[in-house]
């Protein structure tokens, strides 16, 4: 028989839309069948999988996947997946994973050549979007610095479209020695300001973005701290061609690792 809304693993698994209670027990929901099918694939992760009769059937794969892991399968009503779930029109499929977490320490142990650091920023839908775009430019590591948003938070997780589950994601509370510890490990330092002093095609033309790199990014209504900036090896701006005042957050990222991932290849 399917789970309802009161069934007590999904009143469970519900409470994990709240922040507290993700940090209270390391766990999250990741849902849609995409990012149910990148979380399966690293193992230990998932630790059940709720479905939708319709979406079992739809994704048969996702089921013999989590069956053949011990990953519990749990089939839900269409009111039951509702609630599990932020979006619209849900995709049937809702995935309980474990918190994925790495100490800096361990993400820089992998000598990562390329990463991205989201100091301060709030916005969930931004932090998930410059997750994904990292992953796709070839970054090892993810940094959430400060007061950050939480990674887990389920916009976050969507608008990262199953890169969560791709490259070490650390939460660090003091931005700063985040900068002291990338340096000490050999990246250079680039903060990305509107009013940066160096512009990122000088960067390019000279051959600075061939090395392990490091990119801080700030959020788009308060920028980056001033410590941060003065902590940088350099200010970045990306110049802008046409009538724009400025671009947002989740594209001038784009563009910087990019610009990054191009040189170094």
């Not at 969930?124 to 940094?143: E, M």
Request: hydrophobic content about 45%; charged content about 20%.
């Amino acid at each position: 028989m399917a789970f309802t809304p009161r069934t007590p693993r999904v009143v469970a698994a519900r409470r994990l839309q709240r922040r507290r209670d993700r940090d209270a027990t390391g766990r999250f929901l990741a849902e849609g069948p995409q990012a149910v099918r990148e979380a399966l694939a690293r193992p230990g992760v998932v630790t059940e999988l709720f479905g939708t009769p319709a979406a079992l059937d739809r994704y048969p794969e996702l089921a013999a996947t989590a069956a053949r892991a011990d990953v519990p399968v749990s089939e839900v009503t269409d009111d039951a997946i509702a609630a599990l779930t932020e979006t619209v029109a849900p995709q049937g499929l809702v995935a309980v994973c474990q918190h994925l977490d790495v100490t800096l320490e361990q993400a820089l142990a992998g000598a990562p050549r390329l990463v991205a650091v989201l100091a301060e920023i709030r916005d969930p839908g931004n932090a998930g979007t410059v997750l994904r775009t990292a992953d796709a430019a070839g970054a090892g590591a993810v940094i959430f610095a400060g007061e950050a948003v939480d990674p887990y938070n389920g916009k976050c997780v969507r608008a990262s479209a199953g890169s969560l589950f791709h490259v070490d994601v650390v939460r660090a509370a003091d931005p700063v020695a985040v900068v002291d510890a990338l340096r000490a490990a050999g990246l250079s330092i680039f903060a990305t300001t509107g009013y940066g002093d160096d512009d990122l095609d000088d960067l390019t033309d000279y051959g600075r973005l061939v090395g392990p790199t490091a990119w801080l990014f700030g959020s788009e209504a308060h920028g980056l701290p001033e410590e941060l900036t003065a902590a940088a090896d350099a200010t970045v701006r990306v110049p802008l061609y046409g009538r724009a005042e400025s671009l947002n957050l989740a594209a001038a990222a784009a563009v910087c690792l990019y610009a990054s991932a191009r040189a170094q290849r």
